[in-house]
């Protein structure tokens, strides 16, 4: 159904289901005091640190610090995407699942879907009637369960056998062309874009048949390998082949292997190894990674052990490094020379692949190697061209604990202390409130947190206040969550959190919500409107040292009036 899920919904159901409920079905949990306990869901541990709150519907680990609501659990534990989350939880409470109205029009693709199916129903038909194809996947070591099991068809060598097949006069034979199942030469013909062909059908993390992939069968024409081409529902270079079967497979998914081919993951399903997907037909780039990274914390790419493994090795790490955040892992497993994951799996069995993995080589290892060899460290000019060649990988990384080791290698290595933060020259000169820029930045980062643990605290604030920290010049997450506190006087941390569920800003909020309280209710609703206070204080002082700066260089009737309502009090802004 196209258009938005409304906000209001989502905070309405959170209202209405119980969080308890909806964990202690996956998790045992039992009372302890007030709240409930478990053994956490998301690492190893052997006494219970996993925590829920039936009072503040929030649940945390103090082990590993996973937190949020029932919405951000169901994604996290059953690795759901938001709107599947949201159904979810809209399905146990009972209720359908509103759309706003887009104003841009949606389309409508359910057609294509149906297409795709009953292609898929199609090609599979057609395989079992087919003894060369079969004889070709017995001869691949492929047995008839794991081929029923992702789906694998056959395509006959016909120009138009799934136009006969498929089109019947209800509009199938344009549905056909969008998704890429035919294809029109420059006479206008109309012909089967797979003829004579393994077909290995590509599903989204739904299950639903976006594309296939074609394996030529003997001697044909054309390449030895065919995707579908783009189409309004697939996306090679956002597509991950068996992603769908891996996910089906294993319930809590930890790891997920990066190999070339379909037969790559289909074998190492066959043998055990049921976490494998393949990029189709493309270097893995970082769309790629970020999803996989939305459903595992480890990702371990199987490449040749040959020189151009090794460069592929090296593309697919600048590609993920933007994705590294903290607790992502990347790996390299080298395979050895003329072998494949299908080949060593077959060969050495489901055990001796696992233990490769495990000896895999971490991705920023793997970097550093890559750099050092080559230099002589102790020679200065070395050093400082190790650094140079360095710095650029490092600042891909996003900040965090990976960011700051990273540095902390170039520093052994170099004996140099790059600064990601240093200024320009003349930069301070130029803008003398840097420092206080950056103490704004963490009292509006703390009176955030407070907020968010009891957003009741708000109505202590003046309309004035909230105006002052609500229109601001530039984005402030603080002045986003005042104003939907503003609006929402009833929400509480769970809807809060709720609101900005799936948004890149929710994992901040988590943490905030996460900080202790030192202070009772009382001293710190009074702790709140005092720091609220100096922080509009110190956003006025901080744009009339700018607006001084400004005039002296430029000066002109605007700046100077607006330098004037600045020091009257009233306008602020900071960023």
């Not at 997450?477 to 503003?486: C, E, M, Q, S, T």
């Amino acid at each position: 159904m196209a258009g938005q899920i409304p906000q209001s919904f989502i905070n309405d159901l959170l209202g209405r289901v119980d969080i308890v409920g909806v964990i202690g079905e996956r998790v045992p949990l039992k009372k302890a005091g007030k709240d409930f306990q478990a053994r956490c869901p998301f690492h190893d541990e052997k006494t219970p640190s996993f925590t829920v709150s039936q009072d503040k519907q929030f649940y945390y680990c103090f082990g590993c610090s996973a937190s949020g609501t029932a919405l951000t659990f169901l994604m996290e534990y059953e690795r759901l995407p938001f709107v599947e989350a949201v159904e979810t939880l809209a399905a146990q409470a009972g209720v359908e699942v509103p759309r706003e109205r887009s104003r841009r029009p949606q389309r409508d693709n359910s057609g294509i879907y149906e297409i795709m199916q009953r292609a898929e129903r199609y090609f599979r038909g057609q395989l079992k009637g087919s003894k060369q194809a079969v004889d070709y996947l017995k001869s691949r070591g492929l047995t008839g369960a794991v081929a029923r099991d992702f789906g694998i068809g056959f395509a006959p060598d016909s120009w138009d056998g799934l136009q006969k097949a498929l089109a019947n006069g209800d509009g199938a034979g344009k549905l056909l062309l969008e998704a890429g199942l035919v294809s029109k030469n420059e006479r206008g013909n109309v012909y089967d874009r797979f003829r004579g062909r393994i077909l290995f059908p590509i599903r989204d993390i739904r299950g639903r048949v976006i594309g296939f992939g074609g394996r030529l069968l003997g001697d044909g024409d054309g390449p030895k390998y065919l995707n579908s081409p783009e189409t309004p529902v697939f996306h090679k270079g956002e597509e991950l082949y068996g992603l769908f079967e891996a996910r089906k497979s294993v319930r809590n998914l930890n790891r997920l292997i990066v190999v070339e081919g379909y037969m790559d993951v289909i074998a190492l399903a066959q043998c055990g190894v049921p976490n494998a997907v393949a990029t189709l037909g493309t270097a893995s780039g970082e769309n790629h990674y970020r999803k996989l990274f939305r459903y595992v914390d480890e990702v371990v790419c199987c490449f040749d052990g040959d020189p151009a493994g090794r460069r592929a090795a090296w593309r697919a790490l600048e590609n993920a490094l933007p994705t590294l955040s903290e607790g992502r892992r990347l790996k390299f497993m080298f395979l050895p020379e003329g072998e494949d994951p299908d080949t060593l799996v077959r060969k050495q069995g489901a055990e001796d692949f696992l233990e490769r993995l495990e000896n895999a080589t971490p991705a920023i290892e793997y970097l550093f190697g890559e750099l050092v060899g080559g230099f002589d460290l102790d020679a200065i000019d070395d050093r400082a061209k190790l650094a140079s060649l360095a710095m650029p990988h490092v600042n891909r990384v996003p900040p965090g604990a990976l960011k700051e080791l990273m540095l902390q290698r170039v520093r052994d290595l170099t004996g140099l202390r790059p600064d990601r933060s240093a200024p320009s020259a003349g930069a301070g000169n130029r803008f003398p409130g840097a420092a206080q820029r950056r103490g704004i930045r963490g009292l509006a980062e703390h009176l955030l947190a407070m907020l968010l643990k009891r957003p009741e605290m708000l109505r202590g604030l003046s309309d004035e206040q909230v105006d002052a920290i609500v229109n601001r010049d530039g984005a402030s997450l603080f002045g986003d969550v005042v104003k939907y506190v503003a609006e929402h006087p009833d929400a509480g941390s769970a809807q809060i959190l709720g609101r900005w569920s799936g948004d890149r800003y929710h994992d901040e909020l988590t943490r905030l919500l996460q900080r202790p309280g030192v202070l009772p209710a009382e001293a710190e609703a009074a702790e709140f409107v005092d720091g609220v206070a100096q922080l509009i204080a110190a956003a006025r002082r901080q744009d009339r040292r700018r607006l001084v700066d400004e005039m002296r260089e430029e000066p002109s009737r605007e700046k100077l009036t607006r330098f004037l309502s600045l020091k009257q009090g009233s306008g602020s802004t900071w960023s």
